[in-house]
C-alpha cells in the first residue's frame, strides 16, 4: 500500500506530465490545422506483469512510433493508434484520402512523432534542466503489447515496476492519439526535484 507521500508524488507527476504533454497536443493541432483537446487519463506505478491491464483495450494491430531517451533520465515513449485509425491521420497529414497506409502515410505519421517526441523533451527539459537525449524513432504495425515490450525491457533494467502515464489527444475531426510515457520509479524523484517539487 502506498505511503500518503508516495500517492501526493504521483500526483504531482501526473500534474508535471500533463503539462508537458500538452506542447505535444500543441504540435499535433498545429500541424493537423484542428482543434486537439489532451486528457492524461492514468497514471500508475504498476508490476511490469500487470501493464497490460491499464492499457486501452484496442483489438486489432496498432501503428506505433516509439523513442528511448537517455541521459539524467531514462524513459520510454510511445504514440499508436489503431491501424485503421493510422489511415485517416494520413489522409489528414498529407491532404488526400489513404484507402490503404502506404509508405508516405506510415512516414507522415513517424515525422508527426518525431515533432511531438521534440516537444515534450524539449518543454521537459526546459522545465526540470535536466539533459535528455532521444534516439532515433522507430515505427511499427504490431499488437500493443507486442510494441510495448522492448520499451518495458529497456526502462525496467533494475525494478519489476515501472510507472507509465496514458494521455490521449483527440482530434475535432475525432481520431484518437495514445500518447504513452514509462520510467523507472526510482526516477520520480529526478523530475520532481527539478521542477521545484
Same mark, same amino acid.
Not at 27 to 55: C, G, N, W, Y
Not at 178 to 192: G, N
Given at each position: 500500500?502506498?505511503?500518503?507521500?508516495? $500517492?501526493?508524488? =504521483?500526483?504531482?507527476?501526473?500534474?508535471?506530465?500533463?503539462?508537458?504533454?500538452?506542447?505535444?497536443?500543441?504540435? +499535433?493541432?498545429?500541424?493537423?490545422?484542428?482543434?486537439?483537446?489532451?486528457? +492524461?487519463?492514468?497514471?500508475?506505478?504498476?508490476?511490469?506483469? $500487470?501493464?497490460?491491464? &491499464?492499457?486501452?483495450?484496442?483489438?486489432?494491430?496498432? +501503428?506505433?512510433?516509439?523513442? #528511448?531517451?537517455?541521459?539524467? =533520465?531514462?524513459?520510454?515513449?510511445? +504514440?499508436?493508434?489503431?491501424?485503421?485509425?493510422?489511415?485517416?491521420?494520413?489522409?489528414?497529414?498529407?491532404?488526400?484520402?489513404?484507402?490503404?497506409?502506404?509508405?508516405? !502515410? #506510415?512516414?507522415?505519421?513517424?515525422?508527426?512523432?518525431?515533432?511531438?517526441? !521534440?516537444?515534450?523533451?524539449?518543454?521537459?527539459?526546459?522545465?526540470?534542466?535536466?539533459?535528455?537525449?532521444?534516439?532515433?524513432? !522507430?515505427?511499427?504495425?504490431?499488437?500493443?503489447?507486442?510494441?510495448?515490450?522492448?520499451?518495458?525491457?529497456?526502462?525496467?533494467?533494475?525494478?519489476?515496476?515501472?510507472?507509465? !502515464?496514458?494521455?490521449?489527444?483527440?482530434?475535432?475531426?475525432?481520431?484518437? &492519439?495514445?500518447?504513452?510515457?514509462?520510467?523507472?520509479?526510482?526516477?520520480?524523484?529526478?523530475? &520532481?526535484? $527539478?521542477?521545484?517539487?
Amino acid at each position: 500500500m502506498k505511503t500518503s507521500s508516495e $500517492k501526493l508524488e =504521483l500526483r504531482k507527476l501526473q500534474s508535471d506530465l500533463s503539462s508537458y504533454i500538452e506542447s505535444s497536443a500543441s504540435s +499535433f493541432s498545429k500541424l493537423l490545422h484542428e482543434p486537439v483537446r489532451q486528457h +492524461f487519463s492514468r497514471l500508475a506505478d504498476t508490476e511490469i506483469s $500487470k501493464l497490460e491491464f &491499464l492499457m486501452p483495450q484496442i483489438s486489432e494491430d496498432v +501503428f506505433a512510433v516509439y523513442i #528511448r531517451c537517455e541521459g539524467d =533520465l531514462r524513459l520510454g515513449m510511445m +504514440f499508436f493508434l489503431p491501424e485503421t485509425e493510422s489511415k485517416n491521420l494520413a489522409a489528414h497529414l498529407l491532404k488526400k484520402p489513404q484507402k490503404t497506409l502506404t509508405e508516405l !502515410g #506510415r512516414s507522415s505519421i513517424a515525422e508527426l512523432g518525431n515533432i511531438m517526441t !521534440g516537444s515534450f523533451l524539449t518543454t521537459l527539459s526546459n522545465e526540470t534542466g535536466l539533459r535528455i537525449q532521444a534516439s532515433v524513432a !522507430g515505427s511499427s504495425i504490431d499488437t500493443l503489447r507486442s510494441l510495448m515490450q522492448p520499451s518495458v525491457s529497456y526502462i525496467a533494467q533494475s525494478s519489476e515496476r515501472i510507472i507509465v !502515464g496514458i494521455s490521449e489527444l483527440k482530434t475535432r475531426s475525432g481520431i484518437i &492519439l495514445y500518447f504513452i510515457v514509462m520510467l523507472d520509479p526510482h526516477e520520480i524523484k529526478k523530475i &520532481l526535484a $527539478k521542477a521545484g517539487s
